[in-house]
Structure formats: C-alpha cells, structure tokens
C-alpha cells in the first residue's frame, strides 16, 4: 500500500489517573492508558518536612521524569523513521520553580526555567542530529505541552453533582 | 517570633533528573531533588506496538501521575494552613493529546485538554472548599507551569562542548 506525501492522519492520546489519598500525604494512583490499554500503579510522597513519609517520590520526581525520557523516547522514535542511526542517549533535565509566600498565606508558585541537555552517541552529521531533535521536540507530548499555556478543567463533586470549581 | 502579614518570602524548587536508554524503548532514570536532598530511581518504557517492552510506565503515566498527585498534597497541605479541615481527597485526571502525522513524516503533537475531577470529604462550606482548591491550584507547580507558555532550553553535546538547538 503506498503512503502519499502529503496524507494527514491523526491520533488520540487519553491518560486517565484516579489517585486517592493515604497516609499522611502519599497518593496512591491508578494510570490507564488509552493507548496501549494497559494500566499502572504508581504512588507518591512528601518528606517528613513536608508532613510525609517519604515512602515514594514526590510529584515533582514523576514530572521531571516525564519530562526527559518523553523527548529521548521521541528522539530513538525518530532516529528509525529518519534514518540518523543513533548508538546511544542521554539526557539530563533541570526543572526550577519559585514559590512566595505572603505572610501567613499559602504559598504561591511559579516556573522560572526548564532545560535539558542531550548527549547522543552517532556518527551522524551534526546537522542530521539537530534535524532529530528538531523533529523529537515536535513530537514530545509533554514539551508541546510546556510550550503553550493551557486551561486545566476543575470540578469539584458536590452531593451527587460535579461543579465547575 | 512574629510573622507580619505582608512579609514577602520566597523559596526555590529545584528538580534533576539523568536519564540514560536502555533496552529497546527503556529509561532509567535518577532524579534529585534540591528541596529535599533525596535522589529517587524511575523508569520508563513504551509497549511492543512502540517497539519497548512494557518493563515500566510510560513517559505520559509519569505526567499524569504528577499533574493529579501535585494538587492533591497542595489540598491537604493548605486544607492546614488555611484551618478548612477535610477528611479524604480523591483526585481522577484526563490528559488528551492529539498527534498528527503527514505522509511519512515523524508525527507532531499538541495538548487537547486536562481536566481534574476533585472529590473531597469534609464538614466544610462549598465556599471554603472552593477557597480551598483555588490556593492549591496556586500553589501546585505543574498546574502553575502548565497555565503559562514555557521555553525549554535544550543544549547537545559536541565533542567535549554544550551546543545551544
């Protein structure tokens, strides 16, 4: 069956996560993927600074690994589909945030900076590597996710309704 | 010691993560992390229709874990602070992607949605509940990080230098 250059198809990816609290302050979660159909346990924790247990990494552990290994799992993805064989790669990421608090007040938080440094075992031209990274960030759902701002959807499930919150 | 309530403090939150590829589609992964000093073990992998082997989540799990789990500590951590008491939190999240692939090209991808389903048991008013959740969405790094378009940094190593791509 031959492919046209130009024919567009699209996909869907849907990631359910239902986590309830236990302990102190570790999440216990469910992950199911619409993709594969399979679904995975993972938890979460603070340290006892944090009021926890350190029973299992905290959010931020799990969206900094998210973040890298999405790009190096686009960049060997990609490495096949463009011909620029690839020996090996690594990766790492820095992610910063700030937060402030204000008195007494919750804190408020914010990001000030995510970078990753990407080091690729190939005897591939350099301009062929950029050309794969190029195409990797495209393709890496969680930096096409960063890149823009998005609205996050709340509702909060009051008696037996769910309401906008 | 008192606290005035309009001295400003500010904090920062940094998180490392270095990942290297194993297997087919794997990674492991060591995370770091500034705030509490403790280095966590992760690992991804993809499904045999992505060419891995299924020997860990994938990447997107590890995002959709993080985007729910992070709100949920902030609820409890603030449910504290801000002195509204509750007694369980159950948090369901959704990431939607959409891909597109044209021709043979590698396929590109951008966020359709995120949506988090908050069920909260507590004596609480809807009005203090509400109060409750509005500061946990400040206060939660990914849903800050998420509202906002952010710029990813990315350097490629070159014989013994960092590259900017």
């Known amino acids: 069956m031959q492919v046209s250059d130009d024919e567009v198809k699209t996909f869907e990816v ?17 992950v199911y993927s619409g993709v594969s159909g399979n679904t995975f346990q993972m938890a979460t924790d603070e340290g006892p ?3 926890g247990d ?10 900094a690994t998210a973040m890298v290994t999405c790009l190096m799992t ?15 790669v690594s990766v ?6 700030r937060g402030t ?9 914010e990001p000030i900076g995510f970078d990753l440094d ?9 301009e062929d590597l950029k050309r794969l990274i190029g195409a990797a960030k495209k393709g890496c759902f969680i930096e096409q996710t960063l890149g823009q701002a998005n609205e996050i959807g709340h509702r909060l499930k009051v008696g037996e309704d769910w309401v906008e919150v």
Chains 1, 2 share one sequence.
């Not at 350190?54 to 969206?63: D, E, G, I, K, V």
Request: some cysteine; overall charge positive; glycine content about 6%.
């Open 92 to 97: 790492s990421g820095r992610c910063h945030w």
């Open 14 to 30: 849907v990631i359910d996560a239902t986590a309830k609290a236990v302990g102190k302050m570790r999440n216990e979660v469910t």
């Open 49 to 51: 600074v944090h009021g």
């Open 54 to 63: 350190s029973s299992a990494p905290p959010p931020l552990a799990y969206f």
């Open 74 to 88: 686009q960049i060997r993805a990609f490495s096949k589909r463009l011909r620029i064989p690839i020996n090996d």
């Open 118 to 126: 990407i080091d690729i075992d190939s005897d591939a031209s350099l």
């Open 101 to 109: 608090v204000v008195g007494r007040n919750p804190y408020e938080t």
